[in-house]
Nanobody, 128 residues
Framework: QVQLVESGGGSVQAGGSLRLSCVAS????????VGWFRQAPGKDREFVAA????????NYVDSVKGRLTISRDIATNSVYLQLNSLKTENTAVYYC?????????????????????WGQGTQVTVSS
Protein backbone atom coordinates (compact mmCIF):
# COMPACT_ATOMS: atom_id res chain seq x y z
CA GLN A 1 0.00 0.00 0.00
CA VAL A 2 1.40 3.37 -1.00
CA GLN A 3 2.32 5.62 1.90
CA LEU A 4 1.97 9.39 1.74
CA VAL A 5 3.94 11.94 3.75
CA GLU A 6 2.72 15.49 4.16
CA SER A 7 4.88 18.54 4.83
CA GLY A 8 5.02 22.28 4.35
CA GLY A 9 2.67 23.48 7.06
CA GLY A 10 3.47 26.32 9.40
CA SER A 11 2.22 29.45 11.12
CA VAL A 12 1.22 32.44 9.00
CA GLN A 13 -0.81 35.58 9.38
CA ALA A 14 -4.17 35.98 7.71
CA GLY A 15 -3.70 36.78 4.05
CA GLY A 16 -0.50 34.78 3.85
CA SER A 17 0.37 31.76 1.75
CA LEU A 18 1.74 28.27 2.21
CA ARG A 19 2.57 25.41 -0.12
CA LEU A 20 1.88 21.94 1.20
CA SER A 21 3.57 18.85 -0.20
CA CYS A 22 2.49 15.23 -0.27
CA VAL A 23 5.04 12.66 -1.41
CA ALA A 24 4.14 9.05 -2.17
CA SER A 25 6.44 6.15 -1.30
CA UNK A 26 5.91 4.57 -4.71
CA UNK A 27 4.48 5.32 -8.11
CA UNK A 28 0.81 6.28 -8.07
CA UNK A 29 -1.30 4.51 -10.67
CA UNK A 30 -2.94 6.65 -13.34
CA UNK A 31 -6.28 5.13 -12.36
CA UNK A 32 -6.20 6.83 -8.98
CA UNK A 33 -6.94 10.25 -7.55
CA VAL A 34 -5.15 12.05 -4.74
CA GLY A 35 -7.02 14.27 -2.36
CA TRP A 36 -6.23 16.81 0.31
CA PHE A 37 -8.32 16.82 3.46
CA ARG A 38 -8.23 18.90 6.62
CA GLN A 39 -9.31 18.57 10.21
CA ALA A 40 -9.88 21.71 12.23
CA PRO A 41 -9.88 21.60 16.03
CA GLY A 42 -13.02 19.94 17.31
CA LYS A 43 -14.32 19.15 13.84
CA ASP A 44 -14.46 16.15 11.55
CA ARG A 45 -11.94 15.62 8.80
CA GLU A 46 -13.25 17.04 5.52
CA PHE A 47 -12.44 17.04 1.84
CA VAL A 48 -10.64 20.08 0.43
CA ALA A 49 -9.39 19.29 -3.07
CA ALA A 50 -8.47 16.40 -5.35
CA UNK A 51 -6.57 15.74 -8.53
CA UNK A 52 -6.78 12.88 -10.98
CA UNK A 53 -3.37 11.31 -11.32
CA UNK A 54 -3.93 10.34 -14.92
CA UNK A 55 -5.74 13.35 -16.42
CA UNK A 56 -4.84 16.11 -14.00
CA UNK A 57 -8.50 17.04 -13.57
CA UNK A 58 -9.17 18.84 -10.31
CA ASN A 59 -12.04 19.32 -7.89
CA TYR A 60 -12.38 21.73 -4.98
CA VAL A 61 -14.80 22.30 -2.17
CA ASP A 62 -16.65 25.55 -2.85
CA SER A 63 -15.29 27.38 0.18
CA VAL A 64 -11.70 27.26 -1.11
CA LYS A 65 -12.20 27.87 -4.83
CA GLY A 66 -9.98 30.65 -6.07
CA ARG A 67 -7.68 30.51 -3.06
CA LEU A 68 -6.29 26.98 -3.21
CA THR A 69 -4.62 25.19 -6.10
CA ILE A 70 -3.84 21.49 -6.24
CA SER A 71 -1.17 20.22 -8.62
CA ARG A 72 0.91 17.10 -9.20
CA ASP A 73 4.36 16.09 -10.33
CA ILE A 74 4.22 12.62 -11.81
CA ALA A 75 8.00 12.29 -11.98
CA THR A 76 8.41 12.67 -8.22
CA ASN A 77 5.08 11.13 -7.14
CA SER A 78 4.21 14.41 -5.43
CA VAL A 79 1.04 16.40 -4.96
CA TYR A 80 1.03 20.03 -3.88
CA LEU A 81 -1.59 22.29 -2.35
CA GLN A 82 -0.96 26.01 -2.75
CA LEU A 83 -2.84 27.94 -0.08
CA ASN A 84 -3.33 31.66 -0.76
CA SER A 85 -5.22 34.41 1.06
CA LEU A 86 -5.37 32.26 4.15
CA LYS A 87 -8.03 32.91 6.75
CA THR A 88 -8.07 32.03 10.44
CA GLU A 89 -10.76 29.44 9.75
CA ASN A 90 -8.28 27.59 7.53
CA THR A 91 -6.37 26.55 10.66
CA ALA A 92 -6.29 22.76 10.62
CA VAL A 93 -4.15 19.69 10.16
CA TYR A 94 -3.97 18.95 6.44
CA TYR A 95 -3.75 15.38 5.17
CA CYS A 96 -3.45 13.75 1.78
CA UNK A 97 -4.70 10.36 0.69
CA UNK A 98 -5.28 8.39 -2.47
CA UNK A 99 -8.03 6.16 -3.80
CA UNK A 100 -9.01 4.44 -7.03
CA UNK A 101 -11.23 6.36 -9.39
CA UNK A 102 -11.97 9.97 -10.20
CA UNK A 103 -11.81 13.22 -8.28
CA UNK A 104 -15.55 12.84 -7.71
CA UNK A 105 -15.04 9.36 -6.27
CA UNK A 106 -12.48 10.42 -3.70
CA UNK A 107 -14.54 13.49 -2.84
CA UNK A 108 -17.52 11.23 -2.06
CA UNK A 109 -15.57 8.98 0.30
CA UNK A 110 -15.96 9.27 4.04
CA UNK A 111 -12.67 10.39 5.64
CA UNK A 112 -13.58 8.60 8.86
CA UNK A 113 -14.63 5.30 7.30
CA UNK A 114 -13.41 4.74 3.75
CA UNK A 115 -9.63 5.08 3.98
CA UNK A 116 -7.41 2.34 5.38
CA UNK A 117 -4.91 4.67 6.98
CA TRP A 118 -3.75 8.26 7.27
CA GLY A 119 -0.38 9.92 7.60
CA GLN A 120 0.69 12.37 10.27
CA GLY A 121 -0.61 15.39 8.40
CA THR A 122 0.87 18.86 8.45
CA GLN A 123 -0.34 21.65 10.74
CA VAL A 124 -1.44 24.96 9.27
CA THR A 125 -2.06 27.74 11.76
CA VAL A 126 -3.41 31.10 10.60
CA SER A 127 -3.42 34.01 13.01
CA SER A 128 -5.26 37.30 12.73
Amino acid sequence: QVQLVESGGGSVQAGGSLRLSCVASERILFSRAVGWFRQAPGKDREFVAAISWGSGATNYVDSVKGRLTISRDIATNSVYLQLNSLKTENTAVYYCNTAPGSVWSIRAMSPSADFASWGQGTQVTVSS
